[in-house]
């Protein structure tokens, strides 16, 4: 233990004989940490809001089933495809005695022309069980709020519209309005709707089309007692994999054939968003891998050509080569552990400057602006610590053979 405490004040007394130099290396490892650091916690703060926006805040749920055919047939022939009103019962017992399972909740999507009597446009609605939607929601039930009443299953004819659609039709809470379009038998269907409040989808592609409407209006719009779909929500999103097996396995038992498909299947725009926020990561990650090798590999070279004669002093005293490589080595891992220090003082600075100030963007594609949010992630910066040490040792490796092969004659004469 004394010898490794030697070892470490050696190191540490080398890489200050130069100052200048080391100072641009420990910047160089310390601003590549702290930008590494800073950008995985906003990416997993990112990932942990898409996840939540998919689950909750589009309320598709954990999982979500379908009948048997749905996705190959259920877009050109919707009515053979759909889940009959009997199983829909049946699912739903079966999907609460499952383990982890908190609601399973039928719906309906419809669409076809919204009217105010003089003009009308394209409208998407998804009829839902209004008690069921509060729970999915979450905190994002708050997120979203309601110019107006909520929907209620005592109002049938109540719906929620989105501010877009409500603002190109000239509706507000309180306002009627006629729903048109063709059941699932090809008859054209018209009922009177009644705006019961307003809402902001939060996606401006979206907040022109969008209603919700209880799931018995979906029914009697398309005259049938059918689902297209039973949402499932669970107690942790890390349980998604396992009740969906348990879920096919006792469906299947009961003579049941569904579709199953996970939050994660059913969120495009979840994976087309990781997918590029991961390729980011990688470019920045490679790029401060470079630096950080650049960085300790220059710093230990033009320390073994400026203590030459050292080495050749040390070398005629008795230390073998195996020990100067061990003394650049140390160098090396000190200065990358130094620099890393530096950085997480950097990290800890910014990330309190943010936390502190409440800065806010508006997203591509976003109608309202999202708060900038950076998690501090003790695991993950004790995870790039570590590497980010290793690697300023391993770069000091090569220089430090280098320095350990020279001829101790040559070394000493050196000039």
Request: charged residues 15%; contains cysteine; hydrophobic residues 45%.
């Amino acid at each position: 233990m004394n010898q490794l405490i030697q070892w470490v004040k050696l190191a540490f007394r080398n890489i200050l004989k130069s100052k200048r130099r080391t100072l641009v290396s420990l910047m160089a490892i310390g601003f590549g940490f702290a930008s590494i650091a800073l950008f995985q916690g906003y990416i997993h703060r990112i990932y942990e809001g898409l996840r939540a926006s998919a689950i909750h805040g589009s309320g598709i749920g954990h999982l979500t089933l379908y009948a048997k055919g749905w996705e190959a047939h259920g877009k050109s022939d919707p009515d053979d495809y759909m889940i009959p009103g009997h199983d829909i019962e049946k699912i739903t017992e079966i999907a609460l005695k499952t383990g982890h399972v908190i609601l399973a909740s039928p719906r309906l999507s419809i669409s076809g022309l919204v009217s105010n009597g003089k003009n009308s446009t394209i409208f998407i609605a998804t009829g839902v069980i209004p008690e069921h939607e509060r729970t999915i929601k979450g905190e994002f039930y708050e997120f979203q709020p309601i110019k107006g009443n909520a929907l209620n299953s005592k109002n049938e004819f109540g719906v929620e519209m989105a501010e877009g659609l409500a603002r190109q039709l000239g509706l507000s809470s309180g306002s009627d309005a006629v729903v048109m379009g063709a059941t699932l038998e090809g008859q054209m269907n018209a009922l009177d709707i009644h705006i019961s409040g307003t809402y902001n989808t939060g996606v401006a592609d979206t907040n022109d089309k969008f209603i919700k409407l209880p799931f018995a209006f979906a029914q009697s719009f398309y005259d049938t007692q059918k689902a297209d779909s039973i949402v499932i929500l669970l107690d942790r999103w890390q349980n998604t994999d396992l009740v969906r097996q348990k879920l096919v396995d006792a469906l299947g038992s009961a003579g049941i054939e569904v579709e199953v498909k996970t939050w994660q299947e059913l969120s495009v725009f979840y994976k087309s968003v990781r997918n590029m926020f991961d390729m980011i990561f990688l470019f920045i990650f490679i790029i401060v891998f470079i630096i950080v090798i650049m960085s300790t590999t220059n710093t230990m070279g033009m320390a073994v050509i400026e203590r030459t004669r050292e080495i050749g002093t040390l070398r005629a005293l008795g230390l073998k080569r195996r020990g100067v490589t061990l003394l650049f080595a140390a160098e090396g891992w000190l200065l990358g552990l130094s620099g890393c220090l530096f950085g997480l003082g950097i990290h800890t600075l910014v990330w309190a400057v943010i936390r502190y100030a409440h800065p806010s963007y508006t997203p591509p594609g976003n109608s309202s602006p999202v708060p900038l949010i950076v998690d501090f992630l003790p695991g993950s910066i004790a995870s790039l610590v570590i590497f980010m040490t290793l690697l300023s040792l391993v770069s000091a490796i090569v220089p430090a053979r280098r320095a350990a092969k020279q001829n101790v004659v040559e070394s000493l004469t050196h000039v």
